[in-house]
């Protein structure tokens, strides 16, 4: 699972471009909660199983998302759904996919390409999780995100106690310099990934809308 502020970074853009409702947000957010409370990550995020040059990526099929809820596609809530599943699609594939290298043979074993070192799955799992705490801070103060805010929305609409319970521990801010301490994720990779994101994010927004 991604930083959730990442998503938050483009669904504030994106809600703020089309005047969403907070149900954007919640939409936004929804597949990354359903995987806190416990949910299969691969019915929560439509994954697909996409091997490369024997390197293998589970990656968001767009399309079946939009097929299995096609009737109800222009509510803002579906809209945020898909706007994630647009983000991660970006992101496990053309940035995940720059940093690492998961071995279609063995998908324990994951190649650090710019370090040409291979570690294993737990490992790029700890390390890419503590790229993401770090950069958390930054995109805060940048993007000017109301985190508390955010987190009393969701505690209010959530229907599921566990969820509540966790909720703080989505958003963990450290107070590291993360280009310093980071493995992968650099500054330029996140505006990047934020510009392509709110561009693809809009424009499977606009074919819906005007449909």
Request: aromatic share 10%; proline share 1%.
């Amino acid at each position: 699972m991604g930083s959730l502020v990442m998503h938050l970074c483009v669904a504030n853009k994106l809600k703020n471009k089309y005047k969403f409702s907070d149900k954007f947000i919640i939409g936004e957010l929804m597949p990354d909660l359903l995987k806190l409370a416990g949910k299969d990550k691969s019915i929560t995020h439509y994954l697909e199983e996409v091997i490369e040059q024997s390197s293998v990526k589970h990656l968001p099929n767009i399309l079946m998302y939009e097929k299995i809820n096609e009737n109800s596609l222009k509510d803002e809530k579906t809209l945020g759904y898909l706007s994630h599943l647009v983000q991660d699609k970006i992101w496990f594939d053309k940035y995940i996919g720059k940093y690492a290298k998961t071995d279609a043979n063995d998908v324990s074993r994951v190649e650090y390409l710019e370090y040409n070192i291979t570690k294993s799955d737990k490992e790029f799992s700890k390390d890419i999780s503590n790229d993401y705490e770090n950069i958390n801070k930054y995109l805060v103060k940048k993007y000017d995100l109301d985190l508390d805010r955010l987190k009393n929305t969701l505690k209010q609409i959530s229907p599921d106690d566990e969820i509540k319970q966790k909720i703080d521990k989505l958003f963990i801010i450290n107070n590291s310099d993360f280009e310093k301490e980071n493995i992968f994720i650099t500054k330029k990779d996140l505006e990047d990934y934020i510009n392509e994101s709110v561009k693809k994010s809009s424009a499977e927004i606009d074919k819906i809308l005007e449909l």
